[in-house]
T-cell receptor, first 109, second 115 residues
Framework: ELKVEQNPLFLSMQEGKNYTIYCNYSTTSDRLYWYRQDPGKSLESLFVLLSNGAVKQEGRLMASLDTKARLSTLHITAAVHDLSATYFCAVVLAGKSTFGDGTTLTVKP | DTGVSQNPRHKITKRGQNVTFRCDPISEHNRLYWYRQTLGQGPEFLTYFQNEAQLEKSRLLSDRFSAERPKGSFSTLEIQRTEQGDSAMYLC?????????????FGQGTRLTVV
C-alpha cells in the first residue's frame, strides 16, 4: 500500500524567511503533485513533477523530485503572508492519487 | 467549460437520512474520482470511474456508500443511513486518461454535516 508522509505538519514562519517542506513516499509512482488548499476551499494544483530530477518554480515556490530517494521538496523563498495555506503532496499510481496529511503554513509579519 | 462542478456545496442532514451529491466533470474528461477529506487530513480516495465503468472502490467505501456514473458524464455519490462519522468534505475530480501527463482537476467540494 502506497504511503505518503509530509513533514512538518505545521510550520510557522516569519515573512522573508526560507523553508522547505518534505514529502516522502513508499513506492515508485507515475508522478507527484503539489497542491495548495485555503480554509474551506478545494485544492489548487501548483506543480506536477514527472521524472527524477524534475524541478519546477513559480514565484516564491520551487518543487523538486528525487525518485530514487522517493522524496519531493517544496521550497519557500522569502515567505509572504499570502502563502499562508495548507500544502499537500499527492503521489499518483495507476491514475489514483494518495495524499499526504498536509503542511499548514502560517506566515507571520 | 468552467471546470468541475459539485452540488450542493453544503449539506446538513440528520443522522439516519440518505444524501446524494452530484459531480459534473470537465466535459471531455473520461475519468472521474471521488475523495473524502476530514478536518486536518489529506483527501482519501473513495472510488473512480472511467467513462461509466466503476474501476476501483476503496475499503473506506462501506455498503452505505454507492456511486454511479450512468452515462459516463456526471456522477452521483449516495450515502444511506448517514452517521456522524460521515461528516466531511466530499471532493470530486476529473481527468483525461490514460494520456501520460493528465492532471486531475478538483471541484469545490460538498461539505456534509451530519447532526
Amino acid at each position: 500500500e502506497l504511503k505518503v508522509e509530509q513533514n512538518p505538519l505545521f510550520l510557522s514562519m516569519q515573512e522573508g524567511k526560507n523553508y522547505t517542506i518534505y514529502c516522502n513516499y513508499s513506492t515508485t509512482s507515475d508522478r507527484l503533485y503539489w497542491y495548495r488548499q485555503d480554509p474551506g476551499k478545494s485544492l489548487e494544483s501548483l506543480f506536477v513533477l514527472l521524472s527524477n530530477g524534475a524541478v519546477k518554480q513559480e514565484g516564491r515556490l520551487m518543487a523538486s523530485l528525487d525518485t530514487k530517494a522517493r522524496l519531493s521538496t517544496l521550497h519557500i523563498t522569502a515567505a509572504v503572508h499570502d502563502l499562508s495555506a495548507t500544502y499537500f503532496c499527492a503521489v499518483v499510481l495507476a491514475g489514483k492519487s494518495t495524499f499526504g496529511d498536509g503542511t499548514t503554513l502560517t506566515v507571520k509579519p | 467549460d468552467t471546470g468541475v462542478s459539485q452540488n450542493p456545496r453544503h449539506k446538513i442532514t440528520k443522522r439516519g437520512q440518505n444524501v446524494t451529491f452530484r459531480c459534473d466533470p470537465i466535459s471531455e474528461h473520461n475519468r472521474l474520482y471521488w475523495y473524502r477529506q476530514t478536518l486536518g487530513q489529506g483527501p482519501e480516495f473513495l472510488t473512480y470511474f472511467q467513462n461509466e465503468a466503476q474501476l476501483e472502490k476503496s475499503r473506506l467505501l462501506s455498503d452505505r456508500f454507492s456511486a454511479e456514473r450512468p452515462k459516463g458524464s456526471f456522477s452521483t455519490l449516495e450515502i444511506q443511513r448517514t452517521e456522524q462519522g460521515d461528516s466531511a468534505m466530499y471532493l470530486c475530480a476529473s481527468s483525461l486518461a490514460p494520456q501520460g501527463n493528465t492532471e486531475a482537476f478538483f471541484g469545490q467540494g460538498t461539505r456534509l454535516t451530519v447532526v
